[in-house]
C-alpha cells in the first residue's frame, strides 16, 4: 500500500555516469515533485508537475532532466554526475499545487557520487 | 521572497519534557503554514498545518498556532517521548498560482530516556 514509492533507494556510481531515479504515487494526485536534501538535512525543491505539465523548475543544472510520462509517474534522469550531486532525492505527490494541500513523500533515494 | 526560520539544533530534552522549537516565516499575502516530520532513515511526513490567521493545528500531541501578528508558527508538546526524536521542518506555501513551499532548515530533536 506504499503512496509514494522510488527506486533505487540506494544509488552508487562514479563521476561522469548517467543515471535515473524513478517515482509512483498511487494516490491520484495531480502534482509531483523532486526535492534535493543535502547532508545537513537542507531541503531544496527541484521540480514540479502538474498534469504531466512542468510549472516549477528551480535553478538545477541542465545535467537533471525530469520526465512525466504520467500523472502518475515523475523521473529524474541526471547526466555527467558530479561528486556535489551527492545527496538523498525525494519525490513527493500533493492533489494539486493549492496552498493548503500537504505533500506526501517518498523513502528517499540516497545518491553517492564517487 | 518567502522565508522560513527556525531555531537550531540539535534540541536534546530528557523524556517527559516540555517542548518548543521556534518557527518564524516571512511571506506576502496569506500562506498556509506546515510542520513536517522525518524520522531516521525516512522521507518526510505531515506533522500539522494551518491555512489562516489564528488556527490551530495539533496532531500527536504536539500543536502549533498560526499567529500572523508576530508571523510565527511554534511547535510544542507538553511531554515528549524518546520516539518523537527525529528531525522537524517548518514549511509555508503561499497563496496565488503555483507557489512551492519553502522549507526551513529543520531542527533536530534527541529525546533520552
Known amino acids: 500500500d506504499t503512496a509514494v514509492s522510488q527506486t533505487p533507494k540506494y544509488l552508487v556510481t562514479q563521476m561522469g555516469n548517467d543515471k535515473s531515479i524513478k517515482c509512483e504515487q498511487n494516490?491520484?494526485?495531480?502534482?509531483m515533485y523532486w526535492y534535493k536534501q543535502d547532508s545537513k538535512k537542507f531541503l531544496k525543491i527541484m521540480f514540479s508537475?502538474?498534469?504531466?505539465?512542468?510549472?516549477i523548475n528551480e535553478t538545477v543544472p541542465n545535467r537533471f532532466s525530469p520526465k512525466s510520462p504520467d500523472k502518475a509517474h515523475l523521473n529524474l534522469h541526471i547526466n555527467s554526475l558530479e561528486l556535489g550531486d551527492s545527496a538523498v532525492y525525494f519525490c513527493?505527490?500533493?492533489?494539486?499545487?493549492?496552498?493548503?494541500?500537504?505533500?506526501?513523500f517518498g523513502p528517499g533515494t540516497r545518491l553517492t557520487v564517487l | 521572497g518567502n522565508s522560513v526560520t527556525q531555531m537550531e539544533g540539535p534540541v536534546t530534552l530528557s523524556e517527559e519534557a516540555f517542548l518548543t522549537i521556534n518557527c518564524t516565516y516571512t511571506?506576502?499575502?496569506?500562506?498556509?503554514l506546515f510542520w513536517y516530520v522525518q524520522y531516521p532513515g525516512e522521507g518526510l511526513q505531515l506533522l500539522l498545518k494551518?491555512?489562516?490567521?489564528?488556527d490551530k493545528g495539533s496532531n500527536k500531541g504536539f500543536e502549533a498556532t498560526y499567529r500572523k501578528e508576530t508571523t510565527s508558527f511554534h511547535l510544542e508538546k507538553g511531554s515528549v517521548q524518546v520516539s518523537d526524536s527525529a528531525v522537524y521542518f517548518c514549511?509555508?506555501?503561499?497563496?496565488?498560482?503555483?507557489?512551492?513551499?519553502?522549507f526551513g532548515t529543520g531542527t533536530k530533536l534527541q529525546v533520552i530516556p
Open positions: 494516490l491520484g494526485h495531480d502534482t
Open positions: 514549511a509555508l506555501r503561499a497563496s496565488g498560482g503555483y507557489q512551492k513551499v519553502t
Open positions: 513527493a505527490s500533493s492533489q494539486s499545487p493549492d496552498r493548503g494541500n500537504e505533500q506526501f
Open positions: 494551518a491555512t489562516k490567521a489564528d
Open positions: 508537475y502538474n498534469n504531466k505539465e512542468l510549472i
Open positions: 511571506a506576502t499575502g496569506y500562506p498556509s
